[in-house]
């Protein structure tokens, strides 16, 4: 149907309705150009209402993003809604999302990278918001290695500029033994391993909270010590049946990854407890080793910082000896004038002399695993007296008489 007006683009006056997917649109029949586009009602809400939408303002605006973008928004939807996390969280990680494909840092990175910054989004609004995630969980969402992972999670925090809070050891914990399967009966776990949720949690925060004031935990990866506190605390409350139970079985029963370095914080964790013991009246006439001193794990919590005062010397080696010889001269020079103390006992000073207390340090300090290299001797100045080699002394002669006498001395 012919209409008014002229096209403004080669000036026709034959303009036509033309309706292209249900749009009416007014068209130029000599040279196909579009003058006018119609109306297009798009969602449930603008029907229900019988209004009519400019396809600009539709659904079908989305259409222009990158399917890229696309994917990645509803893979940070999906991730959202499998971790179960509140509407606002999703907000900010697709902001985020969209932020970042934005930038030229993320232009040219792999299809890889690309789907684990969806991850790293939503991992950062966590953290952002004091939510306890951690990279281990996004990880084996994406099915994805933690070293790809945390290269991503960098470069996205450089490039926008984002604080992220790190995530406290408590709420680790809190994290890391809700995924646990020995709290519901199941035909796996025996009845003597099933345990109360909130004693094994208040129980092992407490024996993360030791390892945390002796050293145990500074510079350390958090989940094999999280691990092995959370395996002596489940042993301790119900050391009958559970003591002869190793941790790789606990690790399977409980539903989680052994990490390797956790039976070296265990060993650590055994030793610190040990010590302790040593100190508690009521154990020293027992001969206590890393199984037996489990049974005894509430006590030494009870009264730890009163043991580990004792057990261990808040100083270093060397002011420790120099404070036991400087006691041992004062006790020779009062023996000497017969002026002993009162109050102290000679058979009791002789055990105080002998017990030797480990100084409170970190573990790299104690046993170094590295030994430090000597340095490679710097090589001596020039003194213009070495000796000059054979395929060199050419460059020294200069007159005839010299290269003369060389060669005769060379061919002789």
Same mark, same amino acid.
């Given at each position: ?224 010590? *999280? %691990?092995?506190?959370?395996? &002596?605390?489940?042993?301790? @409350?119900? !050391?009958?049946? #559970? =003591? ?110 002998? *017990? %030797?207390?480990?100084?409170? &340090?970190?573990?790299?300090? @104690?046993? !170094?695993?590295? #030994? =430090? ?40």
């Amino acid at each position: 149907m012919a209409a008014r007006g002229r096209c403004p683009e080669c000036g026709s006056g034959s303009l036509v309705e033309d309706a292209h997917y249900a749009q009416q649109q007014l068209v130029c029949a000599a040279c196909g150009c579009v003058v006018s586009e119609g109306l297009l009602t798009t969602t449930y809400t603008d029907e229900e209402h019988l209004r009519e939408v400019a396809y600009s303002q539709s659904t079908g605006q989305k259409e222009q993003l990158s399917r890229c973008l696309q994917r990645g928004i509803r893979r940070v939807q999906d991730l959202c809604k499998v971790l179960q996390l509140p509407a606002t969280f999703e907000e900010t990680a697709v902001s985020y999302f969209q932020r970042a494909l934005q930038l030229p840092a993320f232009h040219l990175v792999s299809l890889e990278k690309k789907e684990l910054l969806g991850g790293c989004c939503v991992f950062v609004t966590c953290r952002q918001h004091n939510w306890p995630l951690t990279m281990g969980t996004v990880c084996s969402l994406l099915y994805a290695k933690q070293e790809l992972f945390a290269g991503v999670y960098l470069s996205l925090q450089k490039e926008l500029g984002l604080s992220v809070p790190a995530l406290s050891l408590a709420d680790l914990v809190t994290t890391h033994l809700s995924s646990f399967r020995l709290f519901q009966p199941t035909a796996n776990i025996p009845a003597a391993f099933l345990e109360d949720k909130e004693k094994l949690l208040a129980r092992t925060m407490s024996i993360v909270e030791l390892a945390s004031q002796t050293w145990l935990v500074t510079g350390r990866h958090p989940v094999p010590i *999280v %691990t092995a506190a959370a395996f &002596l605390a489940w042993q301790s @409350l119900q !050391p009958g049946p #559970r =003591l002869s139970c190793p941790l790789a079985r606990f690790c399977r029963l409980a539903g989680v990854d052994l990490p390797p370095p956790a039976h070296l914080r265990l060993k650590e964790l055994l030793e610190i407890l040990l010590g302790m013991a040593s100190q508690l009246s009521w154990l020293r006439g027992f001969q206590l080793n890393k199984k037996t001193v489990v049974k005894h794990i509430g006590d030494l919590l009870q009264h730890r910082v009163f043991l580990l005062k004792n057990a261990f010397s808040q100083q270093d080696g060397e002011e420790q000896r120099d404070g036991e010889e400087q006691r041992d001269g004062e006790e020779q020079q009062d023996t000497a004038l017969g002026q002993g103390s009162p109050c102290q006992d000679p058979v009791a000073g002789k055990q105080q002399r002998g *017990v %030797t207390l480990r100084p409170l &340090l970190p573990p790299c300090l @104690l046993r !170094p695993r590295k #030994r =430090l290299r000597a340095a490679a001797p710097s090589a001596p100045a020039p003194t213009g007296d070495e000796p000059i080699s054979d395929s060199e002394i050419e460059q020294y002669l200069r007159s005839p008489e010299e290269i003369q006498a060389f060669r005769k001395a060379k061919a002789w």
